[in-house]
């Protein structure tokens, strides 16, 4: 794990921004396609302003939520609509962005609908996670219904989630899948999620599901 401490919150959504941009331009020099994977929330909303206006193939770039709660794209607390609107916009508006939602009242009935279209597109090329101060990353909630599969080495690439206290249920990258992004990166805010962080380092995934993803993760801190 790499930490990189910056002096504000602005400079690091820019220099994160085009970090994020060269991964994948980098990625592009040897593949037709990259697939950018990114969290909803408040967090990543500036980094996306940046990266949106990157000078990048983005018509080879597939985007996808780490996450998403099983609401459709036009509700207020939709991942992928967060990205539609902050990400995929101004350049990026060519990039093609891959839901993690279905119209089904359970997500576990087309699941494997929603995985169908990921599986070509593994490892990951650029994977960007926030952490809450619960050190949840993605839908990944420490004693969530449905954490212990969503953990597992053997796990496929999406696991259905009910976290405690959450009003819906949730649709996650599983943690395989997110540790296996040939580039990852990690943005947290506040003395609170650094301290979680640095906890989360000394405890098993099953209690610290960030934990799960930190090997060779790069991770950017502002106060």
């Known amino acids: ?22 991964d994948l ?29 990157a000078s990048l193939d983005w018509h080879r770039v597939r985007v996808l939520p780490t996450d998403e709660r099983w609401v459709p794209q036009d509700h207020p607390r939709s991942n992928a609509g967060l990205i539609a609107s ?6 990026a508006a060519a990039a093609t962005l891959l839901p993690l939602h279905a119209p089904a009242e359970d997500p576990a009935d087309v699941l494997a609908e929603l995985e169908a279209p990921l599986i070509p597109l593994l490892p990951l090329s650029v994977l ?5 101060t619960d050190m949840h990353t993605a839908s990944l909630f420490p004693g969530a219904d449905g954490l212990d599969a969503a953990l597992a080495p053997e796990a ?15 649709v996650s990258l599983t943690a395989q899948v997110l540790d296996g992004a040939l580039s990852k990166h990690l943005v947290i805010y ?24 930190l090997s060779a993760i790069t991770v950017h801190w502002a106060a």
């Open 1 to 22: 794990m790499k930490l990189i401490d910056y002096p504000d919150r602005e400079m690091l959504a820019i220099d994160l921004a085009n970090r994020l941009a060269g």
């Open 25 to 53: 331009e980098n990625h592009l020099l040897t593949h037709e396609t990259a697939t950018l994977a990114v969290p909803g929330g408040t967090t990543p909303g500036p980094v996306f302003d940046a990266l949106c206006a």
């Open 86 to 91: 902050r990400l995929m916009c101004n350049r």
């Open 128 to 132: 960007l996670l926030g952490m809450g």
């Open 156 to 170: 496929p690439a999406l696991a259905v989630l009910k976290p405690c206290g959450q009003p819906e249920t949730r």
């Open 190 to 213: 506040g003395a609170g999620k650094r301290e979680a962080l640095e906890r989360a380092m000394k405890l098993p995934p099953e209690e610290a599901p960030v934990q799960a993803v």
